[in-house]
């Protein structure tokens, strides 16, 4: 599970920062990637007609943002304009609005600074760098779902849960050699700003959401067959949950990663197991706000079994 965890022994806290544009003013991107000794946090976003340092300032507030007052937290950045002018003291001349919001996250937390010098083999740094322009090419290309042609949602197929009088039926696996079959899914929660400020800061009372939701995730994938009528049961090798953080959009991006050796594949259980983590997290929260919703739940790729691989990203 991918989730920042601050206790209460004080642990440093990493946070890799970059910031891109496209043609500087145009589509930017930023990432911030937080650290401690247990756990990873990935934030990311992007905006229209901005610059690179701006971006990089979004990056540095964001990462703040979501850690808890006097952390003790260390910034990696390549970017000298933004360590330069909090730690020598540079003039700011533009983005003042960017420049208050940092103030006000330095003065409640304790921030070193340090300098990564930009496409030299940093792990996390690249890591940033990759999200943060992966996140302008999205803006500057305002990509949507891929979408299909009717005539392929329409074609005419066998359907294999139908038996030859139109009855539903399962279908016998009996003959299938058993094989390593992997699937992710995915939903997207929309929180809104508060619930979102919340959960970052721990602070819903029903207790942590994400822990909570990653329980339930894993419970629900093994449970897939009492719960989709012809789905079969199955032993699972690993179920794993990880939640995703949008700050921009004040949303959750939940992944449900499942694996198994068997007959059958492992579709349902990790659309279920997504879907249930992205429950649970609506009632963990619905006392703060009950227009939450959850959108976008997909099968992302499979592997295994005789139908073949499939990837959405791929796709027609």
């Not at 990311?44 to 540095?60: A, D, I």
């Not at 949602?153 to 039926?169: I, P, R």
């Amino acid at each position: 599970m991918n989730k920042l965890f601050i206790g209460s022994v004080k642990i440093m806290i990493r946070v890799y920062t970059d910031g891109s544009c496209l043609n500087n003013p145009g589509a930017g991107g930023w990432a911030a990637i937080i650290l401690d000794k247990k756990s990873k946090m990935i934030l990311k976003g992007g905006e229209n007609n901005t610059t690179n340092n701006r971006m990089e300032l979004m990056s540095v507030i964001s990462g703040l943002e979501s850690i808890a007052d006097d952390e003790d937290v260390t910034i990696y950045s390549d970017s000298k304009y933004v360590i330069n002018s909090v730690t020598l003291g540079w003039k700011r001349k533009a983005n003042l609005d960017l420049w208050e919001l940092l103030d006000q996250q330095l003065i409640s937390k304790n921030v070193e600074w340090q300098w990564v010098k930009g496409h030299s083999g940093d792990k996390y740094n690249e890591e940033a760098d990759q999200i943060a322009q992966s996140e302008a090419d999205k803006i500057q290309n305002n990509i949507n779902q891929p979408s299909y042609s009717q005539e392929s949602l329409f074609k005419k197929v066998k359907m294999t849960h139908l038996d030859d009088n139109g009855e539903a039926s399962m279908v016998n696996v009996a003959s299938k050699e058993k094989t390593i079959r992997k699937a992710e899914a995915k939903c997207t929660v929309v929180v809104g700003a508060e619930v979102l400020k919340l959960i970052i800061d721990n602070q819903i009372k029903k207790g942590d959401v994400f822990s909570t939701a990653n329980i339930a995730g894993i419970m629900a994938a093994k449970k897939a067959s009492n719960l989709i009528p012809l789905c079969h049961t199955i032993l699972l090798d690993k179920v794993g949950i990880s939640f995703e953080i949008d700050q921009i959009h004040h949303q959750v991006h939940v992944t449900s990663v499942v694996e198994s050796s068997e007959r059958t594949g492992v579709e349902i259980e990790a659309l279920v197991a997504a879907s249930v983590a992205g429950i649970t997290i609506y009632d963990m929260c619905k006392s703060v706000d009950k227009k939450i919703h959850i959108d976008n739940l997909h099968l992302v790729k499979k592997t295994g079994g005789k139908s073949g691989d499939f990837d959405i990203e791929k796709t027609g």
